[in-house]
């Protein structure tokens, strides 16, 4: 009997049934239907330890998978999560760091479904702080007829902080260039600071320095040779290019 009952006119329950399925999708309003969404986020590093240095961070990409309200996964986009990874007990012994999910940070009403890598590369070193001479850069020659006599900076020397690997013995810091080809008179400049190299920071609060040259005006009397045999004997402050 009850084969009899559900094989009988078999056809008009399995329309019926279709029919309940097409006006269940029709009216079932969208805020209360579920979908899932896919980002990429990037891990930030947070807390790291002031005598420790990030030197590669290979790879902090992560893929989330997302679940929620379709009406609210239409408009999600990745600026509207984070993910910062604590890096308080961070050690340079350790270059893998696991994940999970507490250090997510997501819309409400949005749930997280998964996420991937479960790990990821950072390798770190202890910080180190040098003092570097500053040497300014300059280029071209005063017009004929005039010579630097004296080059002073100020200030001469400055505590610059990085990685140990980043840092080199002969290391310096060098002023954005001057340019001496119109210099006929005394003149004291404000100059930027340039690092030998990315990755290292300068340990001022003013990264500046004032450059102060003096320029001298040559006589021309005398002979030929005289001349040159000054030229020659001053040519250290012909020309300064480091």
Not at 50 to 74: F, G, M, Q, S
Not at 105 to 110: A, W
Request: glycine share 2%; charged share 30%.
């Amino acid at each position: 009997m009850i084969k009899e009952y559900l094989t009988r006119n078999w056809l008009l329950k399995l329309l019926a049934l279709f029919l309940a399925l097409v006006l269940w999708v029709i009216l079932i309003p969208e805020e209360k239907t579920f979908a899932e969404k896919n980002l990429t986020l990037e891990v930030e590093l947070v807390n790291i330890p002031p005598d420790i240095e990030v030197v590669d961070k290979a790879d902090t990409t992560i893929n989330l998978k997302v679940r929620a309200r379709k009406r609210l996964l239409n408009n999600l986009t990745a600026e509207q999560f984070s993910a910062q990874l604590d890096m308080s007990k961070a050690t340079v012994y350790q270059q893998e760091y696991p994940l999970d999910a507490s250090i997510f940070k997501l819309p409400p009403e949005v749930e997280l479904v998964s996420f991937s890598p479960a790990y990821i590369h950072v390798k770190l070193e202890k910080t180190k702080k040098v003092e570097m001479e500053v040497v300014p850069t300059i280029i071209g020659r005063p017009p004929e007829g005039y010579r630097i006599i004296k080059l002073e900076v100020n200030p001469s020397k400055v505590m610059v902080a990085g990685p140990e690997s980043k840092i080199k013995p002969r290391d310096k810091v060098i002023t954005s260039p001057i340019d001496a080809s119109f210099l006929t008179d005394n003149v004291s400049l404000e100059v930027d600071l340039i690092l030998p190299r990315a990755g290292l920071k300068l340990l001022a609060l003013y990264p500046k320095a004032r450059v102060n040259i003096q320029i001298e005006k040559r006589e021309n009397n005398g002979s030929t040779a005289e001349i040159n045999k000054n030229k020659k004997k001053n040519s250290d402050y012909d020309y300064w290019s480091f």
